[in-house]
């Protein structure tokens, strides 16, 4: 190739399957190993859960805080130098974690795994493909979160498998050898080549053409009330993941039993979003904002339910529609931005909105934990919970898209 050549862009097929590839390690690496790595550290280090908890709570803070300089990054072009540095950065944490031997060099590494999430997990991978590739990225995006769904059914088998072969340090190191030599990698070979510049204004009388600033976007109701939404429903699931087998455990089910009732919230995430995909290739009359109204509506009705039955059927159902909710605000974030304030600027606005609700998240499971100590037990807690969702749900309904002028 000529020096003078810039190299050739990678197709919209194999971007969309490098970074879901990406997408499915990255989450079953970065988000859902540390639960496993839980009980090992504490009987080799002895360490206490609440010690290793605020290492976890640190990684989630730093995201959040992290985002907005993410989004920044992407919409200057980055995007390609943000996907493969952050596997990068992801891989070296690894490495760190898994020679901690004092507190301290625990909290180091998951600084950095927190960078890492900011600039690899979802929101970064969706600016990139808004950007690439403006007529198609709602099914890119669809598709990302079709295939990183399984990620947890990744990662709790392949690191107590890792953990049987190489304990868990080892295990620890060969994660973040994936992710350094691997992933990092396919990130800079699927976004290999120049990436698009900024799409022009259209008409200002045409809001759906507008391309609003971050500053613009700061100045709508539209804005404010997807954060709200976001960062609400943000809290609630980060606090039921951090509580749901306590609860099952109150509700008098044995460890069997829950893992019966809590297997399912994968698969009925995947089938979510595969409905979505489906229903999206057979009818292009289904709005985003239609598909939210209904996949926020199922949080509280999951919720209460789960405060309120003990059986197994009503608990089964419980899995599903928070399942399939769960999976499928992530689509709606993900599109609505772009469709409510433009391709320019999404991601500075995407890392405004989802760092203000990863700091909600990060908050949620000890903030839920401060609760319980004054509620009559986890039915309060869970109907609260219900009460939280159902204001995302409202806020949602009031954000409607706004009228940009350029």
């Known amino acids: 190739m000529p020096a003078n050549e810039a190299p050739p862009t990678r ?75 952050g596997a990068a950065l992801g891989g070296i944490g690894f490495l760190v974690w898994s020679q901690a031997g004092a507190i301290g060099w625990l909290y180091v590494a998951w600084a950095l795994l927190g960078c890492a999430m900011a600039m690899t997990l979802y929101e970064p ?104 939404c976001f960062t609400l429903h943000a809290f609630v699931a980060a606090a039921l993941w951090a509580h749901i087998m306590p609860a099952l455990t109150a509700k008098g089910l044995s460890e069997a039993q829950s893992l019966a009732v809590v297997v399912w919230f994968g698969p009925a995430q995947v089938a979510g979003r595969f409905a979505y995909l489906i229903a999206q290739r057979t009818s292009r009359r289904i709005g985003m904002r239609a598909v939210g109204v209904a996949v926020l509506a199922m949080m509280p009705a999951a919720l209460a339910l789960f405060a309120l039955v003990d059986d197994t059927l009503g608990l089964l159902l419980f899995a599903l529609l928070f399942g399939i909710s769960n999976g499928l605000i992530t689509i709606v974030r993900g599109v609505l931005v772009p469709e409510f304030f433009g391709r320019a600027h999404v991601g500075r606005i995407g890392g405004a909105m989802s760092g203000i609700a990863l700091i909600s998240r990060a908050a949620a499971p000890l903030l839920t934990a401060w609760a319980l100590l004054w509620l009559s037990g986890y039915p309060a807690l869970l109907l609260a919970l219900a009460l939280l969702s159902g204001l995302a749900l409202l806020a949602f309904a009031f954000a409607r898209r706004p009228a940009i002028r350029a």
């Open 125 to 228: 991978a969706f600016s990139v493909l808004i950007k690439r590739f403006p007529e198609r990225y709602g099914d890119g995006i669809t598709a990302l979160t079709l295939v990183g769904g399984f990620a947890s059914t990744l990662s709790f088998p392949a690191v107590a498998l890792l953990q049987s072969v190489l304990g868990w340090r080892g295990a620890l190191a060969a994660i973040g050898c994936v992710l350094l030599l691997l992933v990092a990698p396919l990130h800079a070979w699927a976004l290999r080549g120049p990436a698009p510049s900024a799409p022009a204004r259209r008409s200002a009388s045409s809001m759906a053409g507008a391309d609003a600033s971050l500053r613009q976007a700061l100045r709508e109701r539209a804005f404010w009330m997807l954060t709200l």
């Open 11 to 85: 197709s919209y097929g194999a971007t969309v399957g490098a970074l879901a590839a990406g997408q499915l390690v990255c989450w079953a690496a970065l988000y859902y190993t540390f639960s496993s790595m839980v009980l090992p550290m504490q009987a080799s280090l002895g360490w206490g859960k609440p010690t290793l908890m605020g290492a976890f709570t640190l990684g989630l803070a730093v995201w959040g805080g992290a985002s907005y300089a993410t989004g920044a990054a992407i919409d200057r072009g980055h995007g390609r130098a943000v996907l493969t540095l």
